[in-house]
C-alpha cells in the first residue's frame, strides 16, 4: 500500500506513519512500514478494503472528510444482459454494470486485477461462487447473451494469448484452464458471455476474450460477475462499482433478463437497521449520548440518523458485506470513537492456570516423547479420500465440509492414523526408523449435541521400518497403561485397514477405547509407504484422565 496513492483519494497529503496508524485503528494489520510503501493485511470480511479506493473511503469519514454514506448517482445505460436457459444447471446468476469516462493508468489496472483476484478469494470461494469479467465496453455491442455451449463447440481468442482455442483446448493447455476446470467439466458445458456480434467476451468461471481486454485507453468498462450464490455476486459487482466510481468514473446499470424477472445491477440500495443505544454503550461499556454515537457511525461511512429516544436507524451501503447482527453497530462506533473508550482493570485479582485436560495431554506427550516417539501436528480439517477411501473405512460418516475453501480439506477427522501414515508418506526419504505420535482432537457425529458434533481428544502413534510388528506395539500400550495407571485389555479384532489376525481392540471397562496393530499393506501402498507400520490410536477422555 502507496501513501501517495491513498493521498490521492482522499485529496490531502497523508504521510506513512500517519497512514499506519488510521489502518490499525480500521482493523487492518499493519506487518511492516518501509521507504517504498506499508505491507499490511485486511480482513476478509472487508471485502471494500481489496483496493486503495476502498481504504482511503473509510479514512474519509475517520478524517472528517466526507460523513455519512458516499452519494453515487446510477443511470439507466440502456445495455441488456439476457440469460439462456442452458446456462441454469452450469452457472445460474449474472449481475452486470457499466462504468464511463476512466482515465485508467498503469497502476490503476494493476490494482483493479490485483483486487478482482481478491474478491474472486474472499466473496467466490476461488471461483466457484463468484467469477468477475473486466471488459473494455468500446469492444462490445449491447444486447449481451448469458448461455451455455458444448466445451468442443466454443472457439475464440483467451486473454494473453494470440489464436483461437476451444473452451476444451483452453481446460487442457492453459495454466488457468486446468486450475478452474474442475468447475465446468463435470458439465459438459461452457458458460458465456457473447455479445450482439457473436463475439465471446468471457468463459467465466476461467478466462476472458482478448477482444475485451482493459488497457490504459480504455474509458469505459463493462463489469460481468457470474455465480452460484446471488447474494455474493450481486456484493462482489457492488465493491468494484463504488471502487470505480471513486476513481472517477460514471455509474450506469445494465438490465438483467432471465425468463420473466427483470433486475436492473448493480443494485445499489442501503440496507436499514435499529439500533438501540443501549445496547451500542451496554457492549462498549461507555455512556456516549444520541448525537455522539449518529455521528459515530456516521464516520463510518453509515446513514445515522435518530428514530426516538435511544433508537437510532442506520442504513448500511451495499458495498458493506460483514453487518450482520446488530452488534456490528458497537464494533463500528468503537472504531470511530476510541479515545472515549478508556481501558480499566478488573475489580478483581485472578491467576490463569492450565485446564486439567491440557496437563494430562502434555503429561502423554512426555510419555511418548519418552518412549523415543516424535510429536507430529496434523489438521483437524482432513481429506475423505485420504481418511475414508484408503482405508477402506464406510462407518461411522465423518462431519463434512460444505463449500470447502480446497478439496484438500473436505471432512473434519475422526482418527488421528491417517494424518500419520502421512507424516510417515512426507519423511519415507528420511532414514529409519521413524517413530512419531500425536495428541490432538478429533469430531464424531453427535445428535445430542446442539451443534450435532463433539469434539474427542485422542491419542496415536506409528512406527516403521523393516521389522516393525504388533509385538512392538503392544509393548507401547502396555507402558502406557501403566503410565496412565488404567487396566487397558486387548481383545483380538480385524479392521479393513490392518493385516487380519495382527490387530486387536484395545478395552478399557468393558467398552472399546482403541486399536493397535500391523497397518495393512494395501494401505501403506496407498500412502506410497514402503516399510512396515505399526500404529496404535486411543481415546484419552473414555480413559477419566481428567475431571
Known amino acids: 500500500m502507496r501513501p501517495e496513492r491513498i493521498s490521492k483519494f482522499l485529496g490531502r497529503e497523508i504521510g506513512a506513519d500517519q497512514l499506519s496508524e488510521l489502518l490499525a485503528r480500521l482493523g487492518i494489520s499493519v506487518d511492516e512500514v518501509t521507504g517504498e510503501g506499508i505491507k499490511a493485511e485486511y480482513n476478509p470480511n472487508r471485502p471494500d478494503f481489496s483496493s486503495h479506493a476502498g481504504i482511503a473511503r473509510a479514512l474519509k469519514g475517520l478524517l472528517g472528510i466526507e460523513l455519512g454514506p ?17 446456462v441454469k444447471r452450469v452457472r445460474p446468476y449474472v449481475v452486470a454494470g457499466l ?16 483486487m ?79 455479445d450482439a456480434k457473436g463475439d465471446v467476451l ?15 485507453s480504455t474509458s469505459d468498462v463493462f463489469i460481468d460477475v457470474t455465480g452460484t450464490d446471488p447474494e455474493a455476486i450481486s456484493r462482489a459487482l457492488n465493491v468494484l462499482v463504488y471502487a470505480l466510481h471513486d476513481m472517477g468514473g460514471r455509474l450506469y446499470s445494465v438490465e438483467v433478463m432471465d425468463g420473466r424477472r427483470r433486475s436492473r445491477t448493480p443494485d445499489l440500495r442501503s440496507e436499514r437497521w435499529r439500533v438501540d443505544l443501549r445496547t451500542v454503550n451496554e ?70 492456570g492450565l485446564l486439567s485436560e491440557t496437563r494430562a495431554a502434555d ?43 480446497s478439496a484438500e480439506y473436505d471432512i473434519l477427522r475422526t482418527m488421528l492414523l491417517p494424518g500419520l501414515l502421512s507424516t510417515l508418506a512426507a519423511n519415507k526419504h528420511n532414514p529409519y526408523p521413524q517413530r512419531f505420535f500425536e495428541v490432538g482432537d478429533v469430531v464424531l457425529h453427535d445428535p445430542s449435541a ?75 501402498e496407498s500412502f506410497g509407504l514402503e516399510m512396515p507400520v505399526a500404529a496404535m490410536e486411543i481415546d484419552l477422555q473414555a480413559l477419566g484422565l481428567w475431571s
Request: charged share 25%.
Open 363 to 405: 503429561a502423554i506427550r512426555s510419555a511418548f516423547i519418552g518412549l523415543g516417539f516424535t510429536e507430529a501436528f496434523n489438521t483437524v480439517l482432513s481429506n475423505y479420500r485420504r481418511d475414508y477411501v484408503a482405508l477402506s473405512i464406510s462407518d461411522p460418516e465423518p462431519v463434512r465440509i460444505l463449500n470447502p475453501v
Open 283 to 352: 457492549v462498549l461499556g461507555v455512556a456516549l449520548s444520541e448525537r455522539e454515537a449518529v455521528r459515530a457511525l456516521r464516520m463510518m461511512r453509515l446513514g445515522a440518523r435518530l428514530r426516538g429516544k435511544g433508537s437510532i436507524e442506520v442504513d448500511v451501503p451495499p458495498y458493506r458485506a460483514d453487518v450482520l447482527h446488530p452488534v456490528d453497530f458497537a464494533e463500528e462506533v468503537f472504531i470511530a470513537m476510541q479515545e472515549k473508550v478508556v481501558p480499566e482493570f478488573p475489580g478483581t485479582l485472578t491467576f490463569g
Open 202 to 216: 468471457s468463459f467465466p468461471p476461467v478466462i476472458n476474450s482478448s477482444l475485451t481486454e482493459v488497457t490504459t
Open 116 to 194: 478482482q483476484e481478491d474478491l474472486h478469494w474472499v466473496l467466490g470461494r476461488d471461483r466457484k461462487k463468484v467469477a468477475i469479467g473486466l471488459h473494455d465496453a468500446s469492444k462490445v455491442r449491447p444486447p449481451i447473451r448469458y448461455l451455455a455451449r458444448p466445451l468442443s463447440e466454443v472457439r475464440f481468442v483467451p486473454l494473453h494469448e494470440s489464436f483461437p482455442m476451444t473452451a476444451e483446448e483452453i481446460l487442457e493447455r492453459l495454466e488457468t484452464g486446468r486450475k478452474y476446470a474442475h468447475l465446468v467439466r463435470p458439465h459438459g458445458l461452457a458458460p458465456l458471455l457473447v
Open 70 to 86: 458516499p452519494r453515487v448517482t446510477c443511470r439507466r445505460s440502456g445495455w441488456r444482459v439476457i440469460v439462456d436457459g442452458s
Open 450 to 524: 446442539p451443534e450435532m458434533a463433539r469434539r474427542v481428544l485422542r491419542a496415536a502413534c506409528v512406527t516403521s521400518h523393516s521389522s516393525a510388528s504388533y509385538s512392538e506395539i503392544k509393548a507401547v500400550y502396555e507402558e502406557f497403561s501403566r503410565y496412565v495407571k488404567r487396566q487397558i485389555s486387548a481383545v483380538e479384532r480385524d479392521y479393513p485397514f490392518m493385516i487380519p489376525g495382527r490387530s486387536v481392540s484395545l478395552v478399557y471397562n468393558g467398552r472399546e477405547i482403541g486399536l493397535a496393530g500391523e497397518v495393512h499393506p494395501a494401505v501403506l
Open 99 to 114: 462504468v464511463r469516462g476512466l482515465r485508467l493508468d498503469e497502476q490503476d489496472i494493476a490494482e483493479l486485477i490485483a
